[in-house]
C-alpha cells in the first residue's frame, strides 16, 4: 500500500500538540541565526518550508523581516500557527502543499527547510525536492536546509529518515548550488533527548 504522506502528518498534528513533537523548539536560535547572517534584506522574500507550527515565523516577524512564505503539507499545524499569530498571521503567505508536489508561483530569495529534506527517503522524491526549490529561487538565494546527521537518529514520527553530512548534501542538490558552510546543533527534545542536527548553507548559483 502506497505511504500517504499527507495523511501522516495530518494525523500527527491532530493527536499531538506543536509543542509535543520531538523537533520542536520554543528559540529557532540556530536558523534565526543563520538568516541573519545571509545579510538578507528585511523585504526580501523568505520561505520556511516544513514550517507549519513552528515559531520561527513569529521570530522572524519579531526581527522586522516583512514577506514571509510558510509551506506545509498539514492544514492542521498551518492552523495552530495562525491561531498563535492571531493579526500577525494576516501578513503571512500560508502555502498548504507537498513540496514534492509543488508548482511554486512566486520566487523567493530565501529558502529555509528544518526536518523536512530528511524524511525524503526516496530518491525520486528528493530530486522534485531540489526542482521545486531550484524553480522556487532567484539567481543569488540563500539555501539552509537542516537534517539528522549520520550520528542523528535513523527514525523520527515513526518513519524512516536520511541521515546527512556535508558531502551527501552537496551530492543531493548538485552543481546549481554553492556550498557554503555548515553547523552542528544537538537538539533536545520535549521530553530531553538529544537529537544531532546538521545545518547546511548553500547559495543558488547565478547561472
Not at 133 to 146: C, D, T, V
Request: aromatic share 12%; net charge positive; charged share 25%.
Amino acid at each position: 500500500m502506497n505511504f500517504n504522506r499527507k495523511a501522516h502528518w495530518e494525523n500527527v498534528y491532530e493527536t499531538k500538540m506543536p509543542t509535543k513533537v520531538s523537533w520542536y523548539q520554543t528559540q529557532p536560535t540556530v536558523s534565526l541565526d543563520f538568516i541573519i547572517s545571509t545579510g538578507i534584506n528585511y523585504t526580501n522574500n523568505i520561505i520556511d518550508v516544513g514550517g507549519g507550527a513552528s515559531v520561527l515565523v513569529d521570530k522572524l516577524f519579531d526581527k522586522g523581516f516583512k514577506n514571509l512564505t510558510v509551506l506545509d503539507i498539514s492544514s492542521k499545524a498551518i492552523g495552530y500557527a495562525k491561531e498563535r499569530l492571531k493579526k500577525r498571521a494576516d501578513d503571512v503567505t500560508w502555502i498548504e502543499s507537498d513540496v514534492t508536489e509543488h508548482n511554486p508561483s512566486n520566487k523567493y530569495d530565501l529558502w529555509h527547510d528544518r526536518a523536512v529534506f530528511h524524511f525524503l527517503t526516496d530518491v525520486k522524491d528528493r530530486r522534485k525536492y531540489v526542482k521545486c526549490m531550484n524553480q522556487a529561487l532567484n539567481p543569488g538565494a540563500h539555501i539552509i536546509i537542516s537534517t539528522f546527521t549520520i550520528a542523528g537518529p535513523p527514525k523520527c514520527s515513526g518513519l524512516n529518515i536520511e541521515q546527512y553530512d556535508t558531502k551527501k548534501m552537496k551530492n543531493e542538490l548538485g552543481k546549481s548550488f554553492k556550498f557554503i558552510k555548515s553547523v552542528n546543533e544537538t537538539h533536545v527534545t520535549p521530553w530531553g533527548a538529544d537529537q544531532k542536527f546538521i545545518y547546511c548553507y548553500f547559495k543558488k548559483k547565478e547561472r
